[in-house]
């Protein structure tokens, strides 16, 4: 990962797996994925993810794994959640997620327009306006879409459009339970929830 990115935020489950989080906060089934985790996870990797934030900034941009109002769990797929988000930065472009659920919304005026954002989706960095992106998930969408979710943003152009792309998901589902991970994280994936 480390290669090929230059900014990644922790997760709650990046979190539960280094012991920052206690496991009793995960659902049932990312309890015992975070213990099967740690039991594998190498000394290089356990670093890596040490050496994460939840929130950063570029300029220009916010990002926080959940949200400015609380970067681990917010889900920010409510009005209220939108509002706050939009209140708690002062930068052009919030990126967040942690929903794994791809929006966009932008204030203008102080009017919100948007919401979900299915593949195709195109929303445009205007001079008066702020956005708020959720690229949504690339390994466990919860849009009813199970291909991974992608967000390219093209700062040129002030754009950022949502993609789409089908993965092999038969044969993640076999690696789940060739690790004797619980079927439901397997099976959710097909059906993109």
Known sequence: MQERT???????????????LDLEELAPDAVVSAEWTRGVLKPEARS???S???SAEREGVELFHASPRDPV?????????VEA?????KAPLILVGHSHVPLAVAVARGALAGGLAPDGTEAE?????????NPGSVGQPRDGDPRAAWLL?????????????????ERTQEEIRERGLPDA????????V
Do not use: K, M
Not at 73 to 78: E, G, H, K, N, T
Not at 154 to 169: E, I, L, T
């Open 6 to 20: 230059s900014l990644c935020l922790a997760g709650n489950h990046d979190l539960g797996v280094l012991g920052r």
């Open 48 to 50: 890596y993810l040490e």
């Open 52 to 54: 994460l934030s939840l």
């Open 73 to 81: 769990w917010d889900y920010v797929l409510s009005l209220e959640a």
């Open 85 to 89: 988000s939009f209140e708690l930065t």
């Open 125 to 133: 960095f205007a001079p008066d306006a702020r956005l708020l992106l």
């Open 153 to 169: 943003l093209d700062f040129d152009a002030s754009r950022a459009s949502f993609r789409r792309v089908a993965y092999p998901v």
């Open 185 to 192: 994280l397997a099976e959710r994936l097909a059906r993109g």
